[in-house]
């Protein structure tokens, strides 16, 4: 089957650096999508990775292996607008989205 | 209209009833898709369309059921709603079908009883 994993929950403090990991199964492989998620809200894009290796994009960068199944979101300087929810998805070889149950990031002052 | 829009925001609707959740974006994206967000797993995808007049099957169909009569308006429909389906409600856009991206619509929170 395909599976999407990453961590329930995370805390971290406010202006700290955090990885937020994401490991994957999947029929095939068209990229890797991070999305954001604040509460009571939809899913807003992050980054895509479909190359092995880093993608930086300001506070956040997004890191792939293809060959461990393997992502991580890097968030720097965090800032309490950063709370939110973290979305993991894979495209598979149907194009279609797989994603993860999401990683609850809490920041504390 | 800037983006997609959703209607109604949230609904609580009686086990049997039909109910039809709305879905129109404006920036002329092909693809376009319902999932639906329940606590503790991923985004599900219920139906997807890669162009107008066309629809497939996601992951969870069962009781639900879509038509893309035109570029800019995906429905979905309930044909007789169960408490199972209590859940929030997301339809998605993308340029093409294939790796563009997916924007979100604000979602619709349906509580059925």
């Known amino acids: 089957g395909q599976n999407i994993d990453q961590p329930t929950e995370m805390t971290a403090t406010e202006g700290a650096i955090v990885q937020i990991n994401c490991t994957y199964q999947?029929?095939?492989?068209?990229?890797l999508f991070w999305y954001q998620q604040h509460a009571g809200e939809a899913p807003t894009f992050l980054s895509y990775n479909v190359l092995d290796g880093l993608e930086e994009k300001g506070r956040f960068s997004s890191f792939l292996s293809r060959s461990k199944g393997y992502s991580y979101l890097l968030l720097k300087e965090l800032q309490m607008k950063d709370s939110a929810s973290y979305l993991c998805?894979?495209?598979?070889?149907?194009?279609?989205?797989?994603w993860g149950a999401g990683t609850k990031l809490i920041i504390k002052p | 209209i800037a983006g997609i829009t959703q209607a109604p925001t949230s609904q609580i609707l009686a086990a049997g009833r039909r109910m039809t959740l709305r879905c129109t974006q404006d920036m002329r994206h092909n693809a376009m898709y319902w999932y639906r967000q329940d606590l503790g797993l991923g985004l599900r995808l219920i139906h997807y369309?890669?162009?107008?007049?066309?629809?497939g099957k996601g992951e969870v169909p069962d009781g639900y059921s879509v038509s893309r009569a035109n570029t800019d308006d995906f429905p979905l429909t309930l044909a007789s709603a169960v408490p199972s389906q209590t859940s929030v409600y997301f339809c998605?856009?993308?340029?093409?079908?294939?790796?563009?991206?997916?924007?979100f619509g604000p979602g619709t929170r349906l509580t059925v009883l």
């Open positions: 998805a894979v495209m598979d070889s149907n194009y279609q989205l797989i």
């Open positions: 998605a856009s993308s340029g093409a079908p294939s790796t563009d991206t997916q924007y």
């Open positions: 369309s890669n162009t107008a007049g066309t629809t």
């Open positions: 999947t029929s095939g492989f068209n990229g």
